[in-house]
């Protein structure tokens, strides 16, 4: 059976209560409450996975500490192999303070990288013998991984598209807090030959692209698949694009809805879907997810999405 590896930042995401507006410095603001969970690009992606019963692995970073330990302890809940979630020493697992927006549900994020910065190519080297062709290799949080920011990530690529050429790679970058300087672009379209999939927002896309997103196509020959929030999400190739809806849905809580994008493309591919179906099942994903608890109690599982998409047939 096919496996999922999902490599990136990892965090403990302390989720502050909708707010209507930012205090200003000095000012007390009183909240609605909050919820602690594990967070980071990497935590969404694999639970929503695990949710999903696939059979999910994730490589990252965490301090020797109890949070870090906490985090372990919700992945294997999930049904998610930890066994290359690395242990760091003398430096904390990271930390988000998430500030969310009481109308547009719209986030900020104050972060405290600790040790996801130090996620490397080093820990990908130690999981590829694990990576079997054909597996799925999904790349995310990339800008806050510092240590992987660099040509032996870019080596490693290279070296799995040489030896194992059926492994499917995907790439959801985030947003670079240095913004998207000309270095930053052109970081990402050296990367962009490596993988099969890009998987960023509109925004972030539109930013790399300079509002051209088929430019990428000059260089690239992969599948460019953005997130578009409410209106659901673009498939584009060199050659098409498709716009897929998604559900509507009362919003609960945003935080993570493209990293469950994510999951539910790669579950779409996983189960044999084709690449538009995969789409509308990760849009479906996406919008169930955001609109269950803030605690994330419950994720969506199989039988959910099928009976969304009954609706469809």
Not at 124 to 141: N, R
Not at 172 to 186: A, L, R
Request: charged residues 20%; aromatic residues 10%; glycine residues 8%.
């Amino acid at each position: 059976m096919k496996k999922v590896f999902v490599g990136g930042n990892i965090s403990l995401d302390l989720v502050l209560g909708e707010i209507d507006t930012f205090p200003g410095w000095g000012v007390e603001l009183l909240i609605p409450g909050y919820t602690m969970r594990p967070g980071g690009q990497s935590s969404n992606a694999v639970m929503a996975l695990g949710s999903l019963k696939v059979p999910v692995y994730v490589i990252g970073t965490v301090g020797v500490d109890n949070v870090g330990q906490d985090i372990r302890n919700s992945y294997e809940k999930w049904g998610v192999n930890s066994d290359f979630l690395f242990e760091l020493p003398n430096i904390a697992t990271g930390l988000s303070v998430a500030l969310t927006n009481r109308t547009t549900h719209e986030r900020t994020f104050l972060t405290e990288l600790g040790a996801q910065k130090k996620f490397s190519h080093i820990h990908l080297d130690k999981v590829y013998s694990h990576i079997q062709d054909g597996d799925y290799l999904l790349i995310c949080g990339y800008f806050l991984s510092n240590s992987l920011r660099n040509d032996k990530f870019v080596h490693f690529l290279h070296k799995i598209k040489k030896e194992k050429p059926k492994t499917i790679l995907l790439l959801d970058t985030g947003w670079p807090p240095e913004g998207w300087t000309n270095q930053v672009k052109n970081e990402i379209l050296k990367l962009l030959p490596c993988f099969d999939y890009f998987l960023p927002n509109e925004i972030e896309v539109a930013h790399l692209t300079n509002d051209q997103p088929t430019e990428i196509f000059n260089t690239w020959s992969g599948t460019l698949v953005v997130k578009t929030g409410k209106d659901g999400s673009r498939v584009m190739t060199c050659d098409e694009v498709y716009h897929i809806p998604t559900i509507q849905v009362e919003v609960k809580d945003t935080i993570g809805a493209g990293d469950y994008f994510n999951a539910g493309f790669i579950w779409g591919l996983w189960k044999g879907f084709d690449l538009l179906q995969s789409t509308r099942v990760a849009n479906i994903i996406a919008s169930l997810n955001i609109s269950l608890d803030a605690q994330r109690s419950k994720l969506a599982n199989p039988t959910d999405v099928d009976k969304v998409l009954e609706k469809f047939d």
